[in-house]
């Protein structure tokens, strides 16, 4: 909200300078984004008059202007602007002059012809354009018709004249707060900041004739949509350009001006904070306004020229046989306001925000009131609205009020008495106010006192609807006393802060993970369908089982992540084409999948694991040895890993699952050259998935005190001779299972395929060390127990010794 100084000072006094007003309105809640201080950078241009025109002799664009700026001299000055004429009065920045954006001007020569200084345009001078009114864009800034009569003094200074030295301040309006979206508002909220009073607007009229009843009736059929709607009728209508300090006042505000009865109504907008529409009144059939939805499927052609469809939900404004405007948001052109426009008729209504809402942005149509509108409005502001409309057009002398208005509300609107105790006000703010002080700075915010010295009985005004529960008022009373006078307390409590086990261990594998080598990576949760295409998931998987985002930005985010893997490939797709040799990553995230018992309810979520790598000396057996330290960690030893050839994700023969107990944890394995290939990526990549919730819930991070050994241990070697079938987890479950207490450590070391082995054969070789608890181990006794390990061995996988 662009608040200019300037205009604030018509409703309270604002005394103080800059900063500190800056400063206090931040202080008593009121944020700001930015302060632009406008015409300080504007040195020495002063108002000439054009009083003769030659064409240069060497440039069929340019022409030399002579011009009167008070001296006895004329100053000649070279452009090349096609506006200018003789008699124009003109921004003279003379030589030694300076514009924004510290230029200075000085005397030169344009193609041998002398200019001492420079015509301007509202451009150079510092105005944006997007506030420029249409007939001073492109060209000098013709200052006729500015003033009345042209009553300029030549040599005057510009900015001094026009009033162009003034602040305007950014705030910030908090969704909350739509009565801060409107002059009268910011300085209410200024009024009581810094203890001063608040002065509304004139809205009487002096002169009025006949009735408004005469030209319009007004028939509310959606008065869910519609709380309000407040017609007024102009007649004698004079369309021309605004005066300057209208004009000036819009720009500063960030509102190109237009018309005076478009500005005028902008200006109201601006001031109350309530939307203004006009009608010619000639196109109102049937002298009827009623508010409706519209037809499903309904052409609309609004001011912009753009024919839109509606939809039955959408709120109108029709009269008798037609829709004249899109409430709320955009009126027609088949109501809009010509040049020869003699009778208007001005609508100040208050429509439902959530309806105006959803209207915009079905029609990708927001403007400065559909932005008002959709916030909240309180709907006691129509009826004063449209009398500042009309006050402002008696003023101007733009047309002949009609008296009185049509006004429809259905349902006045009230606010509810809340009781305020006093008690409680001091015990939440830590401070002892005084009743008389809390009445006082509720008055000053135009709230209705009454009550005891214990309980306030406090009614807001109807523009606060954020005020309903007695801590919003403590709040207003917090920030108008200042929060910078509060006392800086520490919240109470003998709650130990201390970290959940799921946040202990998710830290844990995060330290673990870093100190084997990898780093951590963060990817969004919402994800393009197309990933889980990429990584080759069958089409019937549980893992296509999305999630979809109502509102998606894009396809690239329109559904949430069922897997992480496809997020991961990504990240080593993008290091590898960044020429990064060698990555080891991880990363630990939620997953969503749609809930199938109950598809309307929220999806389940889970915690999942994805560890990858790719580069020199990165093998499935790293990967593998960083999941098995890192499950080591969590106090989980007895896993197996069966081979897995279906899965698409990973190379068949290359994948594995990872199975604790008869439940599965993962998969992990070397990913399929085919996904590589999407990604980009033209080296081995290794990857491996974890299903983290089942591997928190299965961890034992409890360190209990073992002794170390007192009797020494034994190792015996073994090299196994079996077909290629058999995996080397299920050799190790044979022999854990028949070490008997005694068996210590299995170590797999080598395998071996090669010409001294048959075909359809390998060698697999470990090292098993015994280790007795109570004595020192006989050989006998490693024997007995070996010998066991190997018969089953045989038994079990058929295999062999082979001589080391």
């Not at 594998?509 to 084997?516: D, E, I, V, Y």
């Not at 998606?552 to 069922?562: A, F, H, I, Q």
């Not at 008869?662 to 990913?671: H, K, L, T, Y």
């Not at 990549?685 to 170390?708: G, H, R, W």
């Amino acid at each position: 909200m662009l608040v200019p100084i300037e205009w604030l000072k018509d409703y309270t006094t604002v005394n103080s300078s800059i900063d500190d007003f800056c400063e206090k309105m931040i202080m008593s809640g009121s944020n700001l984004e930015t302060c632009q201080f406008f015409g300080e950078e504007i040195k020495d241009v002063i108002i000439g008059k054009i009083v003769r025109i030659e064409n240069h002799p060497d440039a069929d664009k340019l022409v030399i202007c002579y011009v009167e700026t008070g001296e006895e001299e004329l100053t000649q000055i070279v452009t090349g602007a096609t506006n200018v004429f003789e008699g124009a009065f003109v921004p003279v920045a003379i030589h030694g002059s300076k514009l924004p954006g510290n230029i200075k001007i000085t005397r030169g020569t344009l193609r041998g012809i002398e200019s001492n200084g420079m015509l301007c345009s509202m451009e150079e001078l510092g105005f944006e354009d997007k506030v420029i009114p249409s007939q001073h864009r492109g060209g000098i800034w013709i200052l006729n018709g500015l003033m009345a009569d042209d009553s300029w003094k030549l040599g005057q200074d510009l900015v001094e004249v026009l009033g162009l030295k003034t602040a305007v301040v950014d705030f910030e309006i908090t969704p909350n707060r739509p009565d801060c979206l409107c002059m009268i508002g910011m300085a209410r909220e200024s009024a009581a900041t810094f203890g001063e009073k608040l002065q509304y607007p004139e809205t009487r009229c002096e002169k009025e004739t006949g009735s408004a009843e005469d030209y319009i009736t007004v028939e509310i059929r959606k008065p869910e949509l519609c709380r309000r709607y407040v017609a007024r009728v102009v007649t004698d209508v004079v369309i021309k350009e605004s005066p300057w300090w209208l004009q000036k006042r819009l720009m500063f505000a960030g509102m190109r001006a237009i018309n005076n009865i478009v500005d005028i109504t902008n200006f109201v907008m601006l001031e109350y904070g309530n939307p203004i529409h006009a009608f010619d009144i000639r196109c109102i059939e049937g002298e009827k306004i009623i508010v409706d939805t519209a037809e499903q499927g309904e052409l609309f052609v609004s001011l912009d020229g753009s024919e839109r469809k509606l939809n039955e939900n959408m709120l109108l404004i029709k009269d008798a046989s037609k829709s004249v405007a899109i409430a709320g948001v955009m009126g027609g052109q088949n109501s809009e306001i010509a040049s020869d426009t003699s009778t208007i008729l001005i609508e100040a209504a208050n429509f439902n925000g959530d309806s105006i809402r959803s209207t915009s942005k079905k029609l990708s149509l927001r403007t400065e009131a559909s932005s008002r509108f959709e916030k909240g409005i309180d709907p006691n502001l129509c009826e004063a609205a449209a009398d500042r409309v009309c006050k402002l057009i008696e003023i101007l002398g733009a047309g002949t009020v009609v008296g009185g208005s049509v006004d429809a509300y259905p349902a006045p609107s009230t606010m509810p008495m809340v009781q305020v105790r006093t008690a409680r006000v001091n015990s939440v703010l830590g401070i002892s106010i005084l009743r008389t002080k809390m009445a006082d700075i509720f008055e000053s915010l135009e709230m209705r006192v009454e009550g005891d010295e214990e309980t306030l009985k406090v009614t807001p005004p109807s523009i606060r609807q954020d005020l309903i529960e007695e801590v919003d008022f403590i709040e207003e009373i917090a920030r108008i006393y200042g929060y910078d006078k509060l006392p800086m307390t520490l919240p109470r409590g003998n709650q130990e802060a201390r970290k959940s086990r799921e946040r202990q261990l998710k830290d844990l594998a995060k330290q673990t993970m870093c100190a084997l080598g990898a780093n951590e990576v963060q990817t969004y949760s919402f994800v393009s369908p197309k990933g889980i295409d990429f990584v080759r998931i069958a089409e019937d998987s549980w893992e296509r089982n999305f999630v979809k985002i109502i509102n998606p930005l894009g396809d690239e985010n329109s559904v949430m992540r069922t897997i992480l893997t496809p997020n991961m490939m990504e990240i080593l797709g993008r290091n590898f084409s960044r020429n990064i040799e060698k990555v080891r990553a991880f990363e630990i995230g939620n997953t969503f999948t749609q809930n199938i018992a109950d598809p309307e309810g929220l999806p389940d979520e889970q915690d999942s694991m994805v560890i990858a790598t790719y580069g020199k000396d990165e093998s499935f057996y790293t990967l593998k040895g960083m999941l098995v330290e890192m499950l080591r960690v969590f106090g989980i030893t007895d896993i197996r890993f069966e081979s897995e050839s279906d899965y698409g994700v990973y190379h068949p023969g290359r994948c594995a699952r990872i199975i604790l107990g008869d439940v599965e944890i993962g998969i992990m394995g070397e990913v399929h050259p085919e996904v590589c290939d999407k990604y980009g990526i033209n080296t081995k990549c290794y990857c491996s998935e974890l299903m983290f919730d089942v591997v928190m819930n299965a961890a034992n991070i409890e360190k209990i005190y073992k002794p170390l050994p007192k009797y020494p241990s034994t190792s015996r070697d073994i090299a196994l001779l079996v077909t290629e079938d058999v995996q080397v987890g299920m050799l190790e479950n044979i022999i854990k299972e028949n070490g008997s207490d005694i068996l210590e450590k299995i170590q797999m070391f080598d395998v071996y395929r090669g010409k001294q082995i048959g075909e359809g054969q390998k060698s697999v070789a470990f090292a098993l060390t015994y280790r007795g608890v109570d004595k020192t181990l006989t050989d006998e006794d490693v024997t007995k127990v070996h010998n066991k390990v190997l018969a089953e061995l045989k038994e079990k996988a058929k295999a062999t010794l082979r001589e080391m």
